[in-house]
């Protein structure tokens, strides 16, 4: 190696024979520049890391356990052993024996007393409901005490330990990972033999309701570009004093409470409302037809996309403020009609904005909860409400899981159907 | 895992200072309200004990987080019966031993003061609510509706209903207008005829509905004149018409009641306290001071007599309670095992019901 204390060898190292470059020092150029990189990147990461580490903690963590919930429940096998030791011997179509059922009893009597019961009765529920009861009074009966032949003592206590659906359900269930609460999400149900099958006509509403916001929120993108499209326009073109003014109208709904919109469009849209009452008094509605505008799929539309207006008059705003007027009027001068030069030369330049207020527009309105809640009535409701009620009022939160993860799955096959057909490099949010 | 789960359960949760001694995870609103002026404020004079109060949308929710992930904040929480029992039978609360609950002032035995099911392994009720058909007094000046029969009655009584959107109490509601006796409406729901039978009579008046999801919307809808009639809680229907002179009188024929309760999360931190707070706030004269402010009823029979006026009037409260006895006449106690067994069944039917 060079000794750079001798600063004749530091010279002659400038330009070895080999044109290896090093620096002035000796190093080797590329490890010098790598090394002095690393440090800039070291900084940055350092930079970064308190973002990473909320991200981690706050986002991507507490999703990945939600997540994970929707295809493991150890509710069933960690408190019932025994029994899930004993479905996993015997293939299905075994019929219970008396191992089994001294299987049974003996888990039941262990997790009565460990105040477990509850979780196995809730988690068999799910599957066959009626069934927690089931668990839960057996639980208290035999903390009272249970003698063989248990067989015999169980269908004392109750005769539904006789059902074939609560074996199977169990059977299912004594495995901690599971695809049912998937099934479920999609309407669909194991029957006895295992098979996969439709669930009754008058169960079935998630796919429905996946069908439902995903249609309902491609048309409220749709509704917000028609709307949003214009403003964005006269915007971009009007003289910056006036067009500030107009941007605080669009900025100050953007600025208020979520909750007070929604309550506006209740004011303005209930029949005993506002709208209703200027078109009776106009005449243009008797008093006994006021129109039905809002509890309905009406009002969740209505008001969602005004909600959602500024997330694509945004974008849009921004990017025709880049476009150079001259290239219209060049279409012009060179013989195009208005709506040509609009069409060939204008709205080609907005599609990075249109782009970008579609998706935020659409991916909003998928997940959107409390609009369609206060305003939706019977026929607005969207998939997010029905994970609601299952995170807040069942508390079966492995099927909020399931849903939630459908959606997201549904979500990121779309952006990547988007990316395919239009490209994410072409979005611009600003 | 454990350690991060109960980290970003942490970040969710309100902050409580660290010298609590006891948090009280309550409901917030005029609800919350009784429970500081009747029983945290007397109860720090009276023992010197702080209570910290923080607020959830329904506590049961995140008492299910703190205990999963280990990181218990809270040491008494008020929740509904349902949460409760769901809660107490998956061991996620700490048992309550009765006798710690104060006798009442004659002497009775609490087991025997408290009305039934009020006292259960890890529950302590504290009041009874109901849900109750409320009308628009102005808006039928002859014949005034009186049974859940006229609820679904459109002819006699013309206009808009609004009921919760959910299978809870509307199911029962449309079997006893239906002529089915409140004693056997649980029984009857049990069998798939019955829940056919309640839907049948729901489909009489689905167009009429319009569905509430939060308590505040159906007085507010009253007031509006977009519905005559409302099938809500007792207390929103009892704050309009008194707070704010609303027309608005009550149906209790027919009333569907449920309890709330103090629960202690397993592991809380400051159980002792806990429970001082628990006799302190379950004793006769507590539970009547908290049914002054607001007009959920005592459950300890004893606490009936002790009620007084309604906060600040003059007007005695014991009328508008449900736990009176005149209130009671033709009463349905809401059966949790029934609800906590077909919840999720019944919803899911529901809402496909609705939607088609």
New interface residues.
């Given amino acids: 190696m060079v000794n750079s204390s001798d600063p004749q060898a530091a010279t002659t190292v400038v330009t070895p024979p080999e044109g290896r470059l090093t620096t002035a020092d000796g190093k080797p150029l590329a490890w010098a520049l790598a090394r002095s990189q690393a440090r800039a990147k070291r900084r940055a990461f350092l930079l970064v890391l308190p973002l990473l580490g909320f991200i981690l ?2 986002f991507v ?2 999703i990945g ?1 939600m997540l994970q919930r929707s295809f493991y429940n150890a509710g069933f096998p960690a408190n019932m052993p025994e029994i899930s030791q004993w479905f996993a011997e015997n293939p299905r179509g075994t019929d219970p024996d008396d191992a089994a059922w001294t299987a049974l009893a003996n888990d039941l009597l262990a997790s009565a007393e ?6 196995v ?2 988690r068999i ?2 599957d066959v ?5 089931l668990f ?1 009074s057996t639980g208290r009966k035999v903390r009272r005490g249970i003698e063989p032949p248990y067989r015999e003592a169980l269908l004392e206590m109750d005769e539904d330990w006789g059902d074939p659906r609560v074996w199977s359900a169990m059977r299912e269930a004594s495995k901690p990972v599971t695809a049912n609460f998937y099934l479920a999400a999609v309407d669909r149900t194991r029957a006895d033999d295992g098979s996969i099958e439709q669930v009754e006509p ?4 998630y796919v ?2 996946f069908m ?1 916001t995903f249609w309902l929120s491609l048309l409220i993108t749709g509704l917000t570009f028609l709307l949003g499209f214009p403003v964005a326009h006269l915007l971009a073109t009007l003289p910056m004093r006036k067009s500030n003014l107009l941007m605080i109208l669009v900025l100050l709904p953007f600025w208020t409470s979520l909750l007070v919109r929604t309550t506006s469009w209740m004011v303005l849209l ?4 506002v709208v209703n009452d200027i078109l009776v008094w106009l005449g243009v509605i008797g008093g006994s037809q006021r129109l039905q505008m809002i ?1 309905n799929q009406t009002g969740t539309i209505i008001a969602m996309t005004h909600i959602l207006l500024p997330f694509m008059i945004l974008p849009l705003y921004s990017v025709m403020r880049t476009i150079n007027p001259s290239y219209v009027r060049a279409a012009r001068s060179l013989g195009a009609t208005s709506w040509t030069a609009f069409r060939r030369i204008y709205f080609p330049q907005t599609l990075p904005g249109l782009g970008a207020g579609a998706l935020l527009v659409f991916i909003l309105a998928v997940g959107y909860y409390i609009t369609p ?2 305003v939706g ?3 607005g ?1 969207l998939i997010s409400n ?1 994970i609601a ?8 939160w492995s ?1 909020a899981a399931a849903l939630a993860a459908l959606l997201l799955g549904s979500v990121l096959i779309l952006y990547w159907l988007y990316d395919r057909l239009v490209g994410v490099d072409n979005l611009k949010l600003g | 895992m454990k350690r991060t789960l109960a980290l970003t359960t942490a970040f969710g949760l309100v902050a409580m200072p660290a010298f609590a001694d006891v948090n009280l995870l309550s409901w917030g609103g005029a609800y919350g309200n009784s429970h500081v002026e009747a029983y945290a404020k007397p109860f720090e004079a009276e023992s010197g004990i702080k209570v910290n109060i923080a607020d959830a949308d329904n506590p049961a929710t995140p008492i299910k987080a703190m205990v999963e992930a280990g990181n218990v904040t809270s040491d008494i929480a008020s929740v509904e019966y349902a949460d409760a029992v769901r809660l107490c039978d998956e061991g996620l609360l700490e048992l309550i031993d009765e006798s710690v609950l104060a006798p009442a002032d004659d002497g009775t035995e609490a087991a025997d003061d408290f009305i039934e099911g009020a006292i259960t392994d890890c529950f302590v009720g504290t009041d009874v609510y109901s849900m109750i058909i409320a009308y628009d007094d102005s808006k039928f000046p002859d014949a005034k509706p009186a049974t859940p029969a006229d609820f679904f009655d459109l002819e006699k009584f013309p206009g808009k209903r609004t009921m919760r959107k959910g299978a809870k109490f509307n199911l029962e509601l449309a079997l006893m207008a239906d002529g089915v006796p409140a004693a056997e409406v649980y029984d009857l729901l049990e069998t798939p005829e019955g829940v056919d039978q309640a839907f049948a009579k729901l489909d009489e008046i689905k167009s009429s509905v319009i569905w509430w999801e939060a308590g505040a919307q159906p007085p507010q809808l009253l007031a509006d004149g977009e519905v005559t009639m409302a099938y809500a809680f007792n207390g929103r229907i009892f704050d309009a018409a008194q707070g704010e002179g609303k027309p608005f009188n009550i149906i209790w024929d027919g009333q569907i009641y449920e309890m709330e309760g103090w629960v202690i999360p397993k592991g809380a931190p400051n159980k002792e306290e806990a429970l001082e707070f628990v006799t302190f706030s379950t004793a006769s004269a507590q539970q009547a001071r908290a049914a002054e402010f607001i007009s959920y009823g005592p459950p300890r029979r004893s606490a009936a007599a002790l009620v007084g006026n309604i906060e600040g009037t003059e007007e005695p409260m014991g009328p508008h309670l449900p736990t009176t006895e005149e209130n009671m006449s033709n009463a349905l106690g809401s059966n949790l095992d029934f609800w906590v067994d077909h919840d999720a069944e019944l919803n899911e039917r529901f809402n496909s019901w609705l939607a088609n």
């Avoid at chain 1, 460990?114 to 979780?119: C, P």
């Avoid at chain 1, 008058?202 to 509403?205: F, M, V, Y």
């Avoid at chain 1, 209930?270 to 409302?273: D, N």
Wanted: net charge positive; hydrophobic share 30%.
């Fill in positions: 903690i706050t963590v507490p356990q460990a105040r477990t019961i509850g979780v009765g809730t529920n799910y409901p009626g069934t927690r009861s839960t008058r169960q079935r509403i429905m309701l439902r209930q029949q005993q409302g509890y809640a206060l009535g019977s026929s409701q029905m009620m299952h995170m807040t009022d069942t508390l079966n099927m």
